[in-house]
């Protein structure tokens, strides 16, 4: 009984080591943010992946899980000093949390190369679910990634500024991920 057990977790072990993970090519990829803004209509912006990684099944394009972590502390809109507003301890406070992460829970196909990837992800400090919307593109050799989601800024609470009747509450975020 005990070598059967014993061989049961060594397989899935192996199993579990043997997962083929891809690294993102930070180089490559890309997140943006947009959102709405009473005296500019919207704003738009993007932050750099510092790292990632997809756990993709040999030959497929969905993978089975991802992670990604996002450097607040380099957040460019086009405009320096919004740029130091948005990296204040007023919205993202990025001196006391320099990375966003993200941290898949579970992946759901939909039709052809189209799927729903749900994760924890933390902002400000904060951990919220959050849901991608993402299309495979490429080849199961070289994928590449688009996804959306919406997330609600309040959640991770970035509500308690002045300007905070001025904005949006919810942000669009939109990636577009390549692997090495």
């Given at each position: 009984m005990r070598s059967a057990i014993a061989l049961?977790?060594?397989?899935?072990?192996?199993?579990?080591?043997?997962a083929p993970t891809r690294e993102i090519d930070a180089?490559?990829?890309?997140?943006?943010?947009?959102?709405?803004?009473?005296?500019v209509e919207r704003?738009?912006?993007?932050?750099?992946?510092?790292?990632?990684s997809v756990t993709l099944p040999a030959g497929a394009m969905i993978p089975t899980a991802a992670t990604a972590v996002l450097d607040a502390t380099r957040i460019e809109t086009g405009e320096?000093?919004?740029?130091?507003?948005?990296?204040s301890?007023?919205?993202?406070?990025?001196?006391?949390?320099?990375?966003?992460?993200?941290?898949?829970?579970?992946?759901?196909?939909?039709s052809g190369n189209a799927f729903e990837m749900d994760g924890v992800l933390t902002i400000h400090g904060v951990e919220q679910p959050a849901k991608l919307d993402v299309t495979a593109n490429g080849t199961p050799a070289?994928?590449?990634?688009?996804a959306t989601a919406q997330i609600d800024r309040h959640a991770f609470g970035m509500s308690v500024t002045r300007l905070d009747p001025t904005i949006g509450g919810t942000v669009t975020v939109t990636l577009d991920i390549v692997l090495h």
């Open positions: 049961l977790l060594l397989a899935s072990t192996l199993a579990a080591a043997s180089a490559r990829s890309h997140a943006a943010f947009g959102v709405s803004h009473i005296w704003v738009t912006g993007t932050v750099p992946i510092l790292s990632g320096p000093d919004r740029d130091r507003s948005l990296e301890p007023d919205f993202f406070d990025a001196a006391k949390f320099p990375h966003w992460t993200f941290a898949s829970t579970s992946v759901t196909a939909r070289q994928p590449a990634y688009h």
